[in-house]
């Protein structure tokens, strides 16, 4: 008799558990808890190890296909190239590696706020969610809400932090909504993420005068960010829509698939 | 009992590598949800507890991982399998059009179900991000589909070896 029904049973407890898990996070999205920190603890590094040998991968392959067709007395020479080409693709690297980090220093340095820099280790990519993973976590001092930003601007906000790592939502993120100010007009709104770089500055009165390329910053309203802080350019500022705002688009200032190294402002005084 | 020891590494080292390797395949512009493929494969192939667990594994896991809404996965990965395992009986699960068309619909399915819940909870209205991020992801799980259902079929065959030993 229960051998007969145990297939329902188990459906219904697994849907139950599911929707019990889901309205919870909805109503209270707040800290991760253990499981959730340890899923992290141990699915992080592994990413971090594939993630830093896909370059080198990546490299190989592209060489790989760079030589494949080609005569067979260049092969020798091409492969030299290849290595050379390696060589200098690892200076390069460190090269570049260098001049980011001048900038993030610079960056903590003009900063009022202590900062922690880190170091993007997991990315979304092709996922519907705008997060991004740092090598910091709860014991270096990052903790839920504190912002996050590189010299180019703003990347978002601390939503999880487990022990050693952290993940960040952000602007880009649908769920990310910023108190924002643009900077020529001083006009007010919240910039909400749109799943690409282009974000919407929404709640803006149609009697200001915004034009694009106007800088947009936060404003500091709020509480979660600084006043100032870099997000983007407005690209396009239309009133053709009908209701008591305007349309305006902001694509951000930072290009979060090159993003390496993020500085997360301790903005929360102990 | 070998197959719930192994399961949760499996599942993980599946997820880290569908977020890594698989993300650089194409660019990082479509994913391929390889997580969703093995939960249709477990609804067609597996007993309502195995299945069921790791449906609800590859969902919990996948929600810690990514995402910003704990337990939309992991609902829709074990409504996905559930799904899957009420339709076994009825249709013949091994046809390979019928994987790849069955692999595209849950892929598009899954979008729905994200942009109803940013509808009804947030109010916002995110179609346009969700039909470019999914649409080709659907595409690209239908296509890959017939492949994974094999490999998973060798791994399904592992495990039972292992635990007859």
Redesign the interface.
């Known amino acids: 008799m229960f051998k007969k029904y145990l297939a329902v049973i188990i459906a219904f407890i697994l849907i139950a558990v599911s929707l019990i898990i889901l309205s919870q996070s909805l109503r209270r999205p707040g800290s991760p808890g253990v499981v959730k920190k340890l899923v992290f603890e141990v699915t992080a590094p592994v990413e971090r190890t594939i993630n830093s040998g896909v370059g080198s991968v990546g490299g190989a392959w592209r060489q790989y296909l760079f030589l494949v067709g080609l005569e067979e007395e260049n092969r020798e020479l091409r492969k030299k190239i290849a290595a050379l080409q390696g060589e200098v693709n690892t200076y390069r690297e460190m090269s570049l590696e260098g001049s980011r980090l001048k900038k993030i220093l610079a960056l903590e340095d003009s900063t009022i706020y202590p900062t922690i820099a880190a170091r993007v280790v997991g990315n979304e990519g092709s996922s519907p969610f705008r997060t991004i993973m740092i090598n910091k976590g709860s014991t270096d001092g990052v903790k839920e809400g504190l912002p996050v930003i590189s010299p180019e601007g703003v990347v978002g906000r601390v939503i999880e932090s487990s022990w050693n790592y952290s993940k960040i939502l952000l602007v880009t993120d649908y769920n990310s909504n910023i108190d924002a100010l643009v900077q020529g007009s001083r006009a007010q709104g919240i910039l909400q993420g749109g799943g690409h770089r282009l974000l919407r500055l929404k709640y803006v009165q149609r009697t200001e005068e915004v034009k694009a390329g106007e800088a947009v910053i936060t404003s500091g309203i709020g509480g979660a960010f600084p006043k100032g802080l870099m997000l983007g350019t407005v690209v396009r500022a239309d009133k053709k829509d009908p209701g008591l705002f305007q349309t305006i688009e902001v694509v951000t200032s930072v290009d979060f698939s090159k993003i390496e190294e993020v500085l997360v402002l301790q903005t929360e005084k102990e | 009992m070998a197959y719930y020891i192994v399961l949760p590494f499996f599942t ?2 599946l ?3 569908q ?3 698989l ?2 395949l ?1 660019g ?4 391929v949800e390889m997580s969703l493929i093995l939960v249709i494969y477990a609804g067609f192939h597996l ?3 195995r299945g ?1 667990v790791l ?2 594994l590859a ?3 996948l ?10 996965y ?2 829709i990965y ?2 996905i ?2 799904l899957s ?1 009420l339709l076994s009986p009825r249709i013949y699960g091994e046809r390979m059009f019928f994987i790849m068309g069955y692999a595209f619909l849950c892929v598009l399915l899954e ?1 729905l179900f ?1 942009f109803a ?2 509808w009804s ?2 109010g ?1 209205d ?1 179609s ?3 039909l ?3 649409l080709p ?1 659907a595409l690209v799980a239908g296509v890959l589909s017939p492949a994974l259902f094999a490999l998973f079929n060798r791994l399904e065959v592992h495990v039972h070896a292992g635990e007859a030993r």
Do not use: K, N, P
Not at chain 2, 63 to 72: A, E, H, P, Y
């Open positions: 993980i080292l997820i880290v590598l977020r890594t390797l993300d650089l194409f990082g512009r479509i994913g007993d309502m507890v069921g449906a609800f969902g919990f896991l929600d810690c991982v990514s995402g910003t809404i704990m337990g939309l992991t609902f074990v409504l399998f559930i395992y979008g994200i819940v940013y909870v947030y916002t995110v346009q991000g969700l470019r991020t999914y992801q």
